[in-house]
């Protein structure tokens, strides 16, 4: 057994160690809104936090996990900034598709978590590794600084 806080709840999964945590987090405990996309951390779909850092959980092991706080897109509009993000896409209209939204959220959430009024150049190196098949990046960096508008 392996105990995890997921989202600020305690729980306890019966998996191997080296399972990726992305498959705990959809398959054992049905928070499927992060999202597989290639398996080998290299799209950002599968992008959680792990102590409000974010880490791609399809290369996470579960072990890795352990101990430390993992928060998910299903719990991420609980927070300040969070609650701001996800306005910010919608008031951007942001998502085409959406499949990579979740990750792109969790990624820009982290940033704007240590700063508020990214650049350019600073929200790109933030974002990098997040791959939008739509091509939404524009409006993905437009929701980002729309955000850290409304947190400031």
Request: hydrophobic share 40%; with cysteine.
């Amino acid at each position: 057994m392996i105990s995890l806080n997921v989202n600020g709840k305690k729980v306890s999964v019966d998996v191997e160690s080296d399972m990726p945590l992305l498959w705990v987090l959809r398959d054992h405990l049905a928070l499927t809104g992060t999202k597989y996309g290639c398996g080998k951390a290299l799209c950002g779909a599968c992008t959680v936090h792990l102590n409000d850092a974010p880490v791609r959980s399809c290369t996470t092991p579960v072990s890795a996990a352990a101990g430390k706080r993992i928060t998910t897109i299903e719990a991420l509009g609980a927070s300040k900034i969070g609650k701001a993000v996800q306005a910010a896409w919608i008031a951007r209209d942001v998502p085409q598709c959406g499949y990579c939204q979740s990750g792109q959220i969790m990624s820009a959430a982290a940033l704007l978590a240590k700063n508020k009024n990214p650049s350019d150049a600073e929200i790109n190196t933030a974002m990098n590794g997040n791959i939008c098949r739509c091509g939404t990046y524009n409006g993905i960096r437009a929701a980002i600084k729309h955000a850290g508008g409304l947190l400031a």
